[in-house]
């Protein structure tokens, strides 16, 4: 194969070079996100060139010493996070890494780890800006509401929160942005009658944020409870069976295509016909690449697509073992 510019990263990084130089190989990005990087180039989705040549070079490193001594150079990433799908890959996980002793600790202790969906009501002529806006917007103001400071999660229960925006999209009503907040909780209350209490309070939250009552979601609509130990979302997170395709060693491009294209046939009864980023990003079918141009396009910069909030109140910040 003749080498272009696109295969700089996997010149350096298949080839010999980290054992000719007694390196670890220690890229952590799997390669099936490098081909979703490569194939939204292709498409035109990601047009900005720091993005365009994120991970395609090597860098010195300022600071020998962090953290492999030996080392001297690392990967060059562009750090777009909500752009860039090695960037975002990374971000995640970051913060699963980031969460995983927290939710371990928690539920050595009797704790609950409670999954939470929030959505909007929303047609196919609803804009994806506006969306979005929203929902930041009634999801801060929600964190701020009293039922969710003093009776469901007051600062003695909640040990943590992570919270995470996504995008999914249907042919039917078009784009629909969602957040998942994770919240870590010792509170004895039973989830039933937390759903009950936050689904009143997004309502009302909704109700006071959008100017157009459309948006307003109905009471067994607008959020998803679920005590969920794993921290997965089922739902929308994995259901083409991702996990199992990373472990897969692809062999070419079409072949990727091909695998979603039968998995796309088997599934789409079960998920109706709604696609997750992750699954458009993988399968570039024409009708996905303007939806994600103007998923790409409308994403702001500096938004916080994903984060990690510890309480340093909760009592059992003392069984975390400090690194
Ligand atoms: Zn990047």
Redesign the pocket.
Known sequence: MVASSNDIRTNSDKSSIYEDRGWKRSDPVPDHIYDI?KSLVEEEVIIRS??IS??KQFISKIEKDQPNPEKPRRIK?????N??????N?LEQFVEKQMNPYRQVLLDNGGKNILMTFKLRHNQKSSLKHLQKVLKDSIKKLKDDNIWKRTLFPSKYRFYVKTEYEISWSEENGFHPHCHLQIGTTNPMPTDEMKSLVALAWKRVVTTVSPNKFFIPNLSNGVDVSDTPSGKHSKDKDPYGMDALKKMQKKSNKKMKEKFKKLNAAESERIKGSYSLIQMQSNLKDIFIPVLKEIYRTTVKRFRRIFFNVNTHHTLISKISSK
């Open positions: 990087h720091e993005i994120c991970s990433r562009c750090h777009y996070v752009l860039c799908p090695i960037c975002n990374l």
